[in-house]
């Protein structure tokens, strides 16, 4: 299986969308947007903000690993 490090992160708060490389060595637990300056969190029962905001989820959730 190719696991897919690109994905698109939009901010529940302003709608910015924005590309970005997931780490592939750590989750990625806060993120701020570049537009509103919010930092974001995961949702409750997410592992990292890109399973909570982004298209694609982190690489450890796309292989059926625990991820952190």
Known sequence: ???VLQSIIT???CSH???ETMPTDACQFFY???N???TLKP???DCCVYCSYGTVPCPPIQQDKKCC
């Open 1 to 3: 299986m190719k696991i």
């Open 11 to 13: 901010c529940p708060l």
């Open 17 to 19: 969308s924005k590309e």
């Open 32 to 34: 701020e947007c570049e």
């Open 36 to 38: 509103c300056k919010q």
């Open 43 to 45: 949702n409750q029962g």
